[in-house]
């Protein structure tokens, strides 16, 4: 079993930045992609950012290109969203995931484990 625990949410006001981390327990065979995902009550879970292990493909959703950035230290098996010029549509709960593939179909990567969320909140 993989535990991934997240890190780094809270509260900003609009355009300011916050960086998440995901710290993974370790690495399976079936992991070969991590990412972020968010989601707000009454919605479905969004793909916000995946990467592959490697780290030779990346995926973002359209509504964060070029405001967030996904990386990753494999020697700390942890993976890190770095969100600038928020805005109050970003608030949600943010949850690390544990996949097998990367892709920029919808999800962005299949999950296949799950951190606990950590809330960002974006006030106007």
């Known amino acids: 079993q993989v535990q991934l625990v997240e890190s780094g949410g809270g509260s900003v006001q609009a355009g300011g930045s916050l960086r998440l981390s995901c710290a993974a327990s370790r690495y399976t065979y079936s992991v070969n992609c991590m990412g972020w995902f968010r989601q707000v009550p009454g919605k479905e879970r969004e793909g916000v950012a995946a990467?592959?292990?490697?780290?030779?493909?990346?995926y973002y959703v359209d509504s964060v290109k070029g405001r967030f950035t996904i990386s990753q230290d494999n020697a700390k098996n942890t993976v890190y969203l770095q969100m600038n010029s928020l805005q109050p549509e970003d608030t949600a709960m943010y949850y690390c995931?544990?996949?097998?593939?990367?892709?920029?179909?919808?999800?962005?990567?299949?999950?296949?484990?799950w951190g606990q969320g950590t809330q960002v909140t974006v006030s106007s």
């Open positions: 990467i592959s292990r490697g780290g030779g493909r990346i």
């Open positions: 995931a544990a996949g097998s593939d990367c892709g920029d179909g919808a999800g962005l990567l299949n999950p296949i484990h």
